[in-house]
């Protein structure tokens, strides 16, 4: 080929990354969906305490027939939840969903927790966490909601996955490229036609063909993640 040829090729290849990250951005394939829209629990008091500063809430809905009230604790470095029982369950759990400021959501947990006693062991939440709603998966045995999360559908994750190759092969491309017109002097027309440029061609494509595997492999489902332990921190009042 032409070095004309290797130049226009390697434009598209620039227009074609460019392209990629911008839908890989504006599409968020990997984003979940959730099935409980946001609920404004009832704030109860507000508690400032030597290290920390707590906000006591009310649960709503089915959840007041399991969780009585919960308190989000704010300190210097974390943030995190404690819920109150209404009595004591041998096993219960429960989705923990936490919103911004602006309520949108930010991630959720999956809490168990057996032989419960009246209060929740300590939660960790995201820092950016300012809301939180709690529903209940099981109690007892009983199952009250049996789904939180919507899995992602499998289109998406290979949607996703194959934009992500795109990208990565168009760049590794266009990289290649830059590099041998800024550094190759007078060799740079025999290196491009050379058996060592299509072999570096041929590995960054099969790079993007392990991107694509490993990613399809790994994204096949985001499941609410467990974050929970700790030693009981609040007394409610």
């Not at 989705?95 to 911004?100: A, N």
């Not at 440029?197 to 489902?221: D, E, P, V």
Request: hydrophobic residues 50%.
């Amino acid at each position: 080929m032409t070095m004309f040829v290797w130049r226009v090729i390697s434009a598209v290849s620039v227009g074609v990354f460019v392209l990629g990250l911008i839908l890989l951005i504006c599409l968020r394939l990997l984003k979940n969906r959730y099935y409980h829209e946001f609920t404004q629990d009832e704030l109860f008091k507000k508690v400032k305490a030597a290290n920390s500063k707590n906000s006591i809430y009310f649960t709503s809905g089915e959840t007041k027939s399991f969780i009585k009230k919960y308190v989000i604790c704010k300190t210097l470095y974390d943030k995190f939840l404690v819920c109150n029982y209404v009595r004591n369950f041998s096993e219960i759990s429960y989705f923990v969903v936490q919103y911004s400021a602006f309520k949108r959501v930010i991630g959720v947990l999956n809490v168990t927790h057996r032989d419960t006693g009246d209060s929740s062991r300590v939660i960790a939440l995201k820092r950016g966490c300012a809301y939180v709603n709690v529903v209940i998966g099981t109690a007892d045995g009983i199952l009250v909601n049996s789904n939180v999360i919507r899995p992602l559908p499998m289109a998406n994750v290979r949607i996703n996955s194959a934009l992500r190759s795109l990208v990565l092969f168009t760049f590794l491309f266009a990289v290649r490229h830059a590099a041998v017109e800024l550094f190759g002097g007078i060799y740079t027309y025999a290196f491009l036609d050379s058996f060592l440029n299509y072999a570096i061609i041929g590995a960054s494509f099969a790079l993007a063909l392990i991107s694509y595997l490993i990613t399809a492999l790994c994204f096949r489902r985001r499941n609410a993640k467990v974050r929970n332990g700790g030693a009981l921190e609040y007394e409610f009042v």
